[in-house]
């Protein structure tokens, strides 16, 4: 089956650095790559649509300039956190799909920390 | 721009209880409807999902989900809970050109032994 790879599962960063996260699909060619935000038990956020060789699309009210999202290959998607406050601390998630009738496939998620 | 509603927020129900989750959907054109499940701890993982033909749709698990398109609902329901049914259950809809896929707020159920 299809699967998508997330790394890393767990990150520590310090306030005011840069935190990448990737997202591979393994076994299939993703055209579309969605980045998701966990709190706590609340529900999955969605922040921004990526496709391959374009400019992601961003969900209202989620800061582009912070969250750099990058797909610059079908198997292939990197969130970039900015300049990470504690407040973006949180549990993110991808998701790749190759076309609609495809449904949908999710990493494991990286839990982020800023200290 | 599509968006979900879960109405049960938390649901506690005894083993051997039946259990009927409610999803409602806003959307004018086609859907595709999905229900997932987080186990504690643990990462997302799809329950069933619906695409076209038979509203009545089942998954893993035991569950199984009636696509009402008249009542934009797609209910998730199971006949007899198991205790590992305790989890975190959350609809979700995608549809439009951009394919995104948006989560409902989820629904918290507890089994008890």
């Known amino acids: 089956g299809a699967v998508v790879s997330q790394h890393p599962s767990r990150v520590i960063c310090k306030s005011g650095t840069s935190v990448k996260i990737e997202c591979r699909s393994l076994?299939?060619?993703?055209?579309?790559m969605f980045w998701y935000r966990q709190f706590p038990k609340q529900s999955l956020m969605l922040m921004a649509t990526?496709?391959?060789?374009?400019?992601?699309?961003?969900e209202q009210g989620v800061e582009k300039d912070k969250f750099l999202i990058n797909h610059a290959s079908l198997t292939l998607s990197t969130l970039t956190v900015t300049s990470a406050h504690p407040e973006d601390s949180s549990f993110y998630i991808c998701s790749a799909s190759l076309n609609r009738d495809y449904g949908y496939t999710f990493g494991s998620g990286t839990r982020l920390t800023v200290v | 721009a599509q968006s979900v509603s879960q109405h049960n927020h938390h649901v506690i129900l005894s083993e051997a209880a039946s259990l009927e989750l409610g999803c409602n959907y806003s959307?004018?054109?086609?859907?595709?409807l999905f229900w997932y499940v987080q186990y504690p701890g643990q990462h997302l993982q799809l329950l069933l999902k619906y695409f076209s033909g038979d509203p009545l749709v089942k998954g893993i698990k035991g569950f199984e989900a009636e696509f009402i398109k008249s009542k934009f609902s797609f209910n998730l329901r199971k006949p007899s809970v198991q205790w590992s049914d305790t989890a975190e259950y959350f609809c979700a809809v995608s549809g439009g050109a951009t394919n995104k896929l948006i989560f409902g707020t989820g629904t918290l159920l507890a089994v008890q032994p």
């Open positions: 076994d299939f060619q993703a055209t579309t």
């Open positions: 990526s496709n391959e060789g374009s400019k992601a699309t961003y």
């Open positions: 959307y004018g054109g086609t859907v595709n």
